[in-house]
């Protein structure tokens, strides 16, 4: 499975966008970009994924480069609740099972 | 739609004695997907039922053992329980496809003393 790289942290004020990057330089064709956060103790929550194409939902806009080597997950005004656990996960599409890195810890301050 | 449900929520157990966890899917979903996240080794994947067939398992001893039920409700046991593995026990189901999405209960904690 293609690894991933995130920062070990990161803050961003409250009301502003929230730019979350992961590197993935291994990634093959087949394998996607998943994104999940945890809240504390909670389970992780599902946020959005995608191949190459950039996604957006209601909670979140992924870009993902031309190359597929890297992807960028956009909260668009983060607010205290999306302080969290962020995890960028690449996932062949053969593959049942979700590999979890260190992910990156987002604090949000107001 | 009610999301994916886990019971129960917090246990504590002693070295030695087992432990049932239970999971029941989104509905429709025919995929359980069992996860253990502890702080050192964070969350790793235990095992995957579809279909009351385990079809994907991790690298996890054999003390850890699951079933899927017709209605595809789920659950895990863990004998002879040892203090390592206190953990957060997740669940995730999905419709069972490899493209699917997995969405994830809120954990069971159990810890053993």
């Known amino acids: 499975d293609a690894k991933t790289t995130q920062p070990p942290s990161m803050d961003c004020a409250e009301g502003r966008a929230a730019n979350l990057p992961c590197n993935h330089s291994t990634i093959s064709g087949n394998e996607y970009v998943y994104w999940y956060r945890q809240i504390h103790s909670q389970g992780p929550q599902y946020i959005i994924h995608g191949l190459k194409n950039n996604e957006t939902n209601e909670m979140a806009s992924l870009i993902i480069t031309e190359d597929r080597k890297s992807s960028t997950l956009i909260l668009p005004h983060a607010t205290l609740r999306d302080t969290a656990v962020y995890y960028c996960?690449?996932?062949?599409?053969?593959?049942?099972?979700?590999?979890f890195g260190a992910g990156t810890t987002v604090t949000v301050r107001a | 739609k009610a999301g994916v449900t886990q019971t129960p929520r917090y246990l504590i157990k002693t070295r030695g004695q087992q432990v049932t966890l239970s999971c029941s899917p989104i509905s429709g979903h025919r995929s359980v997907s069992w996860y253990q996240q502890t702080p050192g080794q964070g969350l790793q994947f235990l095992f995957e039922?579809?279909?009351?067939?385990?079809?994907n398992k991790g690298n996890f001893p054999g003390r850890f053992s699951g079933r899927q039920f017709s209605n595809s409700r789920s659950e895990m046991n863990v004998s002879t329980l040892e203090l390592g593995d206190s953990a957060l026990y997740l669940c995730?189901?999905?419709?069972?496809?490899?493209?699917?999405?997995?969405?994830f209960g809120p954990g069971t904690r159990l810890t053993v003393l």
């Open positions: 039922y579809f279909s009351e067939t385990q079809r």
């Open positions: 995730a189901s999905s419709l069972g496809g490899a493209r699917d999405t997995q969405y």
């Open positions: 996960i690449v996932r062949p599409s053969n593959d049942y099972k979700l590999s």
